[in-house]
Each structure stands twice: as structure tokens, then as C-alpha cells.
């Protein structure tokens, strides 16, 4: 037996020590709870052809349905260097309302907290391998790509969600023969690299905690999108949303807002922004109008709670250094080619006073700014595992002079590897903390996000 499922293993690219969970009798099985649009899923990815069975604590056991079958998806074009193998099925099954556990395979789940205490932040989690910009990160050392201690770490915060805010895939080129830091990493857009970069190392906070994924660029269709919807989009499957033909890209590529409940009133609105351009918008362009429409679906979900998040992947507001040349590096305000579109819609709020904070990945730093005029506080957390940004550069200190131009309050910045948490400080969930941790757990900095006057603020926690 032990030999057959070793065989197994290998077929799909995979020791046995690095298994998702090592049953012998029940082959390689990942279970993960996905929280979605008004709804909570139970996921399993197996080596089975056959989806487990789960024991609801209040109702009779029943079987998860098949998302996805396995298979070989062809070469999306010619210029494609490898097929994207899943040789796993995926299953899934909605949580009923009421259950309080469930258990499968031995594992037990809980059911996601009607009022949520403490959400983990973590984003860009990848190991960077990328030929096209020379860029090839140690994968295979723990300090240099850290995700793996990152998330145990993280895990024991024990928070009853987590927010991968976007980037979760980034082997996209083999390893160079002589980059030893590398060596036989799994590259490409199958299972092999998506077990690599993430579902071993996140394992112990998938085991333990219902998880919202917010798309990211690397899970457009013409990256790793096949993946994206195949393990951890909530939406139902969709072939035509499947990246496998990129016939279907604009419909697979696009989606509309929707609200992840964190209470009775506070919510988290996730905005998919994975296939923005990085150059600005014109109004004739198809986007133009696809964008500005979900922005105000946006705006009309945030009318339901009294506290909002935004959450999409590219950050709307940030301070990164100037790309410029004239400016030698100095510090500016930043956005992306939804900023414009929200200038249009709410001036330089961007968003309503209906949301009191925004929350992205993408650049792979720690920013949380508070500015002195009406726009949401802006937490950037990209920083859990794929290579720094900002040219090995320790601190963002801006000056006083610096921080009038720019219209800050206050900012906080770390520029290393961690992760970060949000917790609510009052009953109702009008009042939270973000801290950012390092990746051993140590706290860096914190501030409290509430909101007078249709003003929100991160006010600095003092140590
Ligand atoms: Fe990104």
C-alpha cells in the first residue's frame, strides 16, 4: 500500500514528506473553509477520484459534490512552455445554517463566527521565480522566502478569519541549473506549483481558520487564473470562468463586487481588480465603464453595514518613491487605474464616507496611512513572502514638509517580511486594531481605524 501511494505521490510531483495530509487509506486531501459572496464552503482538494463525506454536527452526513474533475488542461497558446496538469479533484459543499462543526476525514471545522474578532492579513505569499525579470528568489530557504513561518506563526493568533489580500501563485519560470536557492522548484500553472507555493506552506492556517481569497494580477487568466478557479474562487464553477480557453478571458477575468460579513455591522467588501491595466483609463475603453460600475456596486454594498473595508489587490492610495528620474527617489502619493475612476466618482475621497478603511497586497510593503482630509485610512500588507520591494530600502520617514504636500496625518511602514491582524476593540465593531507582526510574531507598530464625523483615522497605538 505504502508503495502505491508513494508511486501516487510522485506521479504528481510530490514526496511523501510533503504530502497535504498523509492518510493512507484515504489518499492526499486538503479541506479548507472559503467564505463567499453570503455564503461559507467547505473545499477539499484529494488525490481521490471520490469526494469525503462530512459529519455535520446537526444534520446527517452527506457527501461533497465535484467541482472539478482532473485533468490536463492544454496549452493555452503556443507560446506556452508547459501544460497545466491538476491531477487532484476538487469538491466543495455550502455550510448549512445552524451547523456549529463539521468533521471529515477526522478533521474537525468550525463554523465561522457571526460577529469575527480577529482577522489575519497576509498577501503576495509566492516564491518569486520569473525569467522575464531575472528574478528568481530562494524558494528553498526559509529566510528568503518565508511564507512557511510566516503562516505559523500567524496561526497562532488563532484568528477566526483569514484575508489573503491577492498573489498567492508566482512560480512562473523554471530555476535556473545554477541557482541553488531554487533548485527542483515546480514552476509553471499546475497543481505541483500550487501545492509548492501554497498549500503546504499554508496548510496549518487552512486546517484551522475559514479563509477569504482577494484576486490578485497573478490570478488573472493569463497567469495562474486556472488555478484561481479551480481551488479558490466562490463562485460556482463556470467553464467559461475557468481560464482554461482564453476565448473566455473577459468573462473569466472580471466579477462583481460582494460583502464578507465580519458582524452585524461591519463588513468587508471584495473587489476583484486582478486584470486592471497599469496604464490610465479612457472612457472608451471597455474597463472604463466594467470598473466604474463595480465601484458604485461597491458603494451600494457599503450602505448596508455602518463599517466598511475595501479590499481589492492593487492599492488605490500609497507612498512609494517616485519613478520620476528628475525626483531622485523622492516620496509621492501613488494609485492605479481605478484611482482616476474613483476621483470621478467621490473626489479625493475615492471612496464614500461609508468606508472607513481600504486593505491591499501587491506592493510588498507595510503602509498604514492616516491623511488629514476625507479618504479612507489605506492598510497595504504585501509582505508575506515574496521578495521585498523598494530597493532593499529599511524605512519610509517622510518629513513634516513631506507629509503637508502629501496630506498625511500620520504613517507607519514596515519594510520586511510579516504579516498583520485586525481586531476588534468595541462591541459593535465600529473601532479596529491593525498591528503588523514580523515574520517571528513580534509586534512592529499598530493603530486604532474608527470613524467621527464621516472622517476615519488609524490613530497610533504607543508601545
Ligand atoms: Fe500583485
Not at 501554497?198 to 496548510?203: H, N, Q, R, S
Not at 481551488?231 to 464553477?237: H, L
Not at 465593531?429 to 472622517?455: A, H
Request: hydrophobic share 35%; with cysteine; proline share 5%.
Amino acid at each position: 500500500m505504502l508503495l502505491l501511494i508513494t508511486l501516487l505521490f510522485n506521479l504528481i510531483g510530490c514526496s511523501v514528506s510533503d504530502v497535504l495530509i498523509d492518510q493512507s487509506k484515504n489518499g492526499e486531501t486538503q479541506i479548507f473553509q472559503l467564505v463567499g459572496d453570503g455564503k461559507v464552503m467547505i473545499r477539499a482538494i484529494t488525490t481521490n477520484i471520490e469526494c469525503p463525506n462530512v459529519i455535520w454536527d446537526q444534520l446527517p452526513a452527506e457527501q461533497l459534490m465535484t467541482r472539478a474533475t482532473a485533468a490536463n488542461v492544454p496549452l493555452r497558446k503556443k507560446s506556452d512552455e508547459v501544460a497545466s496538469n491538476f491531477p487532484i479533484t476538487t469538491c466543495e459543499i455550502t455550510w448549512p445554517k445552524g451547523v456549529q462543526q463539521a468533521t471529515i476525514n477526522g478533521q474537525t471545522l468550525n463554523a465561522l463566527k457571526s460577529e469575527v474578532q480577529r482577522i489575519l492579513i497576509i498577501a503576495d505569499t509566492g516564491c518569486r521565480l520569473k525569467k522575464s525579470d531575472n528574478a528568481f528568489q530562494d524558494c528553498n530557504d526559509l529566510d528568503k522566502w518565508p511564507f512557511k513561518k510566516i503562516v505559523l506563526n500567524a496561526a497562532k493568533m488563532n484568528p477566526d478569519l483569514v484575508v489573503h489580500v491577492g498573489d498567492i501563485h508566482y512560480r512562473e519560470s523554471p530555476c535556473p541549473t545554477e541557482h541553488r536557492g531554487c533548485k527542483n522548484s515546480p514552476w509553471g500553472y499546475g497543481f505541483d506549483t500550487w501545492k509548492a507555493d501554497f498549500f503546504i506552506p499554508a496548510k496549518p492556517l487552512l486546517d484551522r481558520s475559514p479563509w477569504v481569497f482577494v484576486r490578485g494580477n497573478h490570478e488573472s487568466c493569463q497567469r495562474a487564473g486556472q488555478g484561481w478557479h479551480r481551488f479558490i474562487d466562490e463562485q460556482s464553477w463556470d467553464d467559461k470562468k475557468s481560464c482554461n480557453d482564453p476565448m473566455y478571458d473577459q468573462h473569466g477575468n472580471h466579477r462583481s463586487p460582494y460583502a464578507v460579513s465580519l458582524g452585524k455591522s461591519s463588513q468587508i467588501i471584495v473587489f476583484d481588480s486582478a486584470n486592471i491595466p497599469s496604464n490610465e483609463l479612457k472612457k472608451e475603453d471597455v474597463a472604463y465603464n466594467l470598473y466604474y460600475k463595480q465601484i458604485e456596486l461597491a458603494e451600494e454594498l457599503a450602505k448596508n453595514k455602518l463599517f466598511n473595508i475595501f479590499s481589492n489587490h492593487h492599492p488605490i492610495s500609497i507612498v512609494t518613491p517616485s519613478k520620476i528620474k528628475s525626483d531622485n527617489g523622492k516620496f509621492v502619493l501613488n494609485g492605479n487605474s481605478l484611482t482616476p475612476l474613483m476621483e470621478k466618482i467621490n473626489a479625493n475621497a475615492l471612496l464614500s464616507p461609508s468606508f472607513n478603511a481600504t486593505l491591499h497586497g501587491h506592493i510588498h510593503v507595510v503602509e498604514a496611512i492616516d491623511y488629514q482630509f476625507q479618504r479612507p485610512v489605506s492598510l497595504i500588507s504585501g509582505n508575506s513572502g515574496s521578495a521585498l520591494e523598494f530597493n532593499g530600502l529599511k524605512d519610509i520617514s517622510l518629513s513634516s514638509e513631506q507629509k503637508k504636500i502629501m496630506q498625511i496625518e500620520n504613517i507607519q511602514t514596515f519594510l520586511n517580511f510579516g504579516f498583520a491582524t485586525l481586531d476588534r476593540m468595541d462591541k459593535n465593531g465600529l473601532q479596529w486594531l491593525f498591528t503588523e507582526f514580523n515574520v517571528d510574531g513580534q509586534k512592529i507598530f499598530s493603530c486604532l481605524i474608527s470613524s467621527k464625523n464621516g472622517k476615519s483615522s488609524c490613530v497610533k497605538e504607543s508601545n
